[in-house]
């Protein structure tokens, strides 16, 4: 089974806009961890945010922002004010199990974002 | 600057050779991995390492192998056994036992078959 799930290949934003990228994750381990990265053409994978399992509230850094649904298994990504540079890959992976040790993360198959003027 | 350098950027292979890429960090993190992204798909872990001369498979360990002789680099070598070596290759690294500390990544290896 599909352990995060990224339903949405595709987004086409207008400048300036906010837009939600979707991410629903399935985990039977009380403790987990939710990660964002942002992979532009070059390659390199870029840490955005991250929410804990245990944490009360979401997490937001800067225009980021994570609308974590706990019930529902839902750790939705918000971009405010959406720029021409934030165009790219967008993923949402999953860190199980214990807390001393390796990040072994999980991660879906990532929504291509792209910004037009 | 701290952090994680691969190379090569780009490899090319002919079929039946092994090829091995390399992965060094700076950032005196006790944890690396490999990771393998194909077109279009999230990334597959191959190899981790927690700490020097020790390594777990990942999801898609077969036809790979790594080793960890110091703290600062993780070569991964991909083997003629490997069916479908054409993919990018990135290479991470974290802080060991913390829950919300983020993976870095290197720029990546892109590998292709020849």
Known sequence: AQKITQTQPGMFVQEKEAVTLDCTYDTSDPSYG?????????????????QGSYDQQNATEGRYSLNFQKARKSANLVISASQLGDSAMY??????G????????VFGQGTRLTINP | DGGITQSPKYLFRKEGQNVTLSCEQNLNHDAMYWYRQDPGQGLRLIYYSQIVNDFQKGDIAEGYSVSR??????PLTVTSAQKNPTAFYLCASSTFGIMNTEAFFGQGTRLTVV
């Open chain 2, 69 to 74: 002789e110091k703290k600062e680099s993780f």
């Open chain 1, 98 to 105: 214990e807390i001393q040790g390796a990040q072994k993360l």
């Open chain 1, 91 to 96: 993923f949402c992976a999953m860190r199980e």
């Open chain 1, 34 to 50: 939710l990660f964002w990265y942002k992979q532009p053409s070059s390659g390199e994978m870029i840490f955005l945010i991250y």
